[in-house]
Each structure stands twice: as structure tokens, then as C-alpha cells.
């Protein structure tokens, strides 16, 4: 059935090609990206802010593309995603890479006629790095492929604050390393729970290579690192007590629960409440983080 599904495609329709963009994961690229560039001391025009998120957004949608059509194979042994487009034989893989190629090199252009050189370099870079540090190199040979490859989804808040002020900073330089750190404790709450389909998949994922316990260790290690970051611009005076008090107790809150993920009494529980609990506070957790940021620049300025 794998076999057929990668070899025979049936006609595209519009929510296929919707579908390669992973838009979940897009919106969270486009409000980091739009939290960064509200953060900046310099405001855009309303048409030239719309059209560098809109950016952001196609750079997101064509990194998720490239790498729906380079994981092809891999996403059709895994239940999470044998629905989609490519792995459910429901696209051509050509049609997919031209769409992945073409909406990249789009999204760079546009960015640097509307914004400047310096983002449109900067999402060229998130694109690339994505599609190929992430996808193509690191991704099935090394169980640290989300902690290096999370970099790439990183991006966002530095690129829209370049956008707006043409250069980069000290405060879009702790929000990249803020959402690096977070992208390991995130990934793994979620590759506990679905490991047996990473190890369907031959992935080699931190809780497919190593122990739960180890896994979790690690990912309380990030959080820690993760939370002191989080917290940081407003100690250096780059934010004001809105901002901190929020990443404070929100940094909390995201440790509390990985210290529960840690102190599990099973190596292995069925149920995995608290590794589900942690993947999903950990979404809600960085939106308000970067929304805190946001509104702490501008309202409580």
C-alpha cells in the first residue's frame, strides 16, 4: 500500500497544495514573525508590514512544502501524517517541488524589494537551513536533529524586527534563542507520546534512540536554559515589567510541568498526560510570551 501511495498520484486540488504548506505550524511562523516586527522601534507602512508577514508566511508554507516532498517516503509509514497530500498519493512529487521552489524564491524576492536585503537574506537562510540542515541532512541520521534544526523555525521574530529596522539586534537575537531552546522540550513531549511512529518511520528521534528518562532529562535541561532567556530582556532593560512578570511566571509554569514530565513514576506511561499536558501548554506558553512582547513594546511602552 507505501508503495502505491508514493508511485500513483491522483489529481491535486487546491487544499492539497493548502495542505503541503502545514498551515498549524504556519501560524505560529506568521505570529512570531508579526510580534517581532510590532517590537521594533520603527513601525512599517500598513502595506509594507502586511507584505512582510505575508512573506514570513510563504517562506513558512514553502519550507513546509520542500520538506513534504523530501519526507515523502517517510511520511507514508507513519499514521501522523499518511494523510498527506504526497504520502497518500493524492499529488505528484513534481507538482509539489515546483510549488515548494517557487513559492520560496517568490517570498525572498518580494521581501527584499518591499523590506530590505538584510530579511530577504535573512528568509532565504530560514528556508534553506530548514529544508536542508534540518530535512535533508539531519532529520534521519542524528537523534539532535530538532535541537540544530530547530533553528530554522527560530527565524521569525528576528526577520520581522529586521524587516522594520533593517538590522539586527540584541532583543530579536534572545526571542531567536528563546523559541531555539523551547523546540526541543516542545518536540519531544509530542515524539514520547508517538514514538512507536518515529520508529515506524526510522527516524531517529531522541525517545526512539534513547530512554524516556534520559529524554526527559534532557528536555527539563533546555527548559531551564529555555526560561532564563525567556526572562532576560527585561533584567537588561530591553522590556518592561509587563513583559517580564509574564515570561516569569509563564517560564514557571512551563518548568513546573517538565519537572512533572521528569518525576513520572512509570518509564513509559500509557496514558502520557503529562508529556500531552506539556505539549500543549508549551504552544499557548510561547503565543503569549511573544504577545506579552508585543504589547509590552507598544501599549506599556
Known sequence: MTTTALTTSLPADWRDFFALTKPRVMRS???????????????????????????IAMAAGAAGALNQWYEADIDAMMRRTASRPLAAGRMDRQAALHFGVGL?????????????????????????????IYTVWLKRITPQNIVIGGAAGAFPPLIGWVAATGQVDLLPVLMFTFIFLWTPPHSWALALRIRDDYAAGTVPMMPVVASARSTRLQMLGYAVLMAIVA???WPLGLTGAFYGMTALIGSMIFLAINIRVVTDAAPMP???????????????YML?????????RTVFA
Open 104 to 132: 520560496g524564491v517568490a517570498s525572498v524576492l518580494i521581501m527584499g524589494l518591499a523590506t530590505n536585503l538584510l530579511a530577504a537574506a535573512l528568509l532565504a537562510g530560514s528556508i534553506l537551513f530548514y529544508v536542508l
Open 288 to 296: 503569549v510570551t511573544f504577545a506579552a512582547l508585543a504589547l509590552d
Open 29 to 55: 511562523v506568521v505570529f512570531t514573525g508579526l510580534c517581532g516586527m510590532i517590537a521594533a522601534p520603527v513601525s512599517l507602512p500598513p502595506a509594507l508590514a502586511f507584505t512582510a508577514v505575508l512573506c
Open 270 to 284: 500509557k496514558d502520557m498526560r503529562s508529556e500531552k499536558l506539556l505539549f500543549l501548554y508549551s504552544i499557548g
Open 231 to 233: 526572562v532576560a530582556p
